[in-house]
């Protein structure tokens, strides 16, 4: 499966967009970013990285933002259609989304974000 680099950053706007309003609010000091893959994990999906809002305290100011990238090559290579890889997509943000707000794998996967 392959998709333009726009196309692909389209959905993963759509993505976004599909996060409940309550949750976009209360996302706080973070930045979403498209890649095509890990270097040091290329099957990766997508990576969360910085300090959940759980774990923030009082001395967080100043600090960069946290990032969420999604890794278009490693999401076009486990697709078959377009409507598969736009699911895939869309789980992976709410799944990197989960842990900017602090919950784990496990939770995730219970609430199908895996």
Not at 88 to 111: A, K, M, N, P, S
């Amino acid at each position: 499966m392959h998709v333009s680099r726009r196309a692909f950053q389209e959905w993963v706007s759509d993505a976004l967009d599909d996060v409940p309003p309550e949750l976009a609010t209360a996302m706080d000091n973070v930045v979403v970013l498209v890649r095509d893959r890990n270097e040091d994990e290329p099957t990766l999906l997508g990576l969360y990285e910085g300090i959940a809002l759980t774990e923030r305290d009082w001395n967080y100011v100043g600090t960069l933002p946290d990032t969420i990238t999604i890794y278009r090559e490693a999401l076009m290579d486990i697709c078959d259609t377009e409507e598969q890889l736009r699911r895939e997509i869309r789980v992976t943000v709410l799944h990197e989304i989960g842990h900017h707000f602090g919950i784990d794998d496990h939770r995730l996967h219970e609430l199908g974000w895996a």
